[in-house]
């Protein structure tokens, strides 16, 4: 499941210490995502999404921006409820695509993944 943002920053490091230990790591990813990058410390397989880096970088941008934006606490609320339906819209249109990837899908039910 694509999990990006601060969530895979974390994972990251519980990845690298799999590695040192002598643990085969795999990724599956997008190839659009906010931190998720391919590193010598695993394998990454990663399948199209239908947006580009720039709207992914673009709406976070944005989030961001709503969060820090001085306001009303109304206004500020419901700029914020849209950012996170707008990232969270991607998020499970990532999802879907992962999940309309038969190709990938094959090669993770044969490698037992």
Partial sequence: VPVDGSH??????????LKQKG???????PEISLYIKPTKNF?????????????MDGN?????RDVLEEGSFLER???VYKGMKTLSDLAILS???????????????????
């Fill in 60 to 64: 976070f941008q944005a989030f961001l």
């Fill in 95 to 113: 999802c879907t695509q992962l999940l309309y990837n038969k190709e990938l899908v094959r090669y993770l039910e044969e490698s037992k993944f």
């Fill in 8 to 17: 895979w920053l974390s994972m990251r490091e519980v990845l690298d210490g």
């Fill in 43 to 55: 394998v990454m397989k990663m399948y199209p999404v239908p947006f580009t880096q720039e709207e």
């Fill in 77 to 79: 609320f419901l700029k």
């Fill in 23 to 29: 643990h085969e790591v795999v990724v599956v990813a």
